[in-house]
């Protein structure tokens, strides 16, 4: 029933109200990363989403304009391409505000697993478990982000991932969220390299 009829018209009116009210936060974060560094302030990439169907996710800029092209995605803190807003948005999470938009539009969920980029499930496609993760929609937060963030391996997440499929429930959307901020207050697990932090 949860699944079925009340997680999609939830995650609207939960995304609606979020861009309403972090409007003008959200415009803060746009010029401040402008006046720090040159680019856009939202960076675009194409992510894997329900049945591995592409999406284009949005995000606060945090590095330095292509600097995935340069070298991919940052795991250490101390990579040079963040910008030092970018570290703090990386810290705190806000970075990923904009994805907001991303479930109001349907690409994603407020609660699911977490959007890959698609070669990081090439060695994982043949893994029926595996691609549960990919029967629901990808969230803005999900179990892995409870406790390890960042500093999950492939195979721990997408157990996790699996695991969370096979046992959505609202009780349990409700515990993830509210589980989340005790982490991201903390400001801990962003990166692989904190992997001995927890």
Sequence with gaps: MYRRYIKRPLDIVLSLTGLIVMAI???II?????LESKGPAIFRQVRLGKHEKPFT???FRTMCDH???QGGVASRSDDPRITKVGAFLRRSSLDELLQLINILRGDMSIIGPRPILSWEFDGYRNNPKYRKR???RPGLFCT???EFRATADRKMQFAMDAEYVEHISFLNDAKIFFGVFKTVVSGKNVYREEVGQR
């Design 67 to 69: 600097a995935y092209e």
């Design 134 to 136: 990919h029967d629901v």
């Design 30 to 34: 746009a010029i401040v990363i402008k």
């Design 144 to 146: 892995v982000d409870i």
């Design 57 to 59: 996710i949005y995000k």
């Design 25 to 27: 936060p959200m415009a």
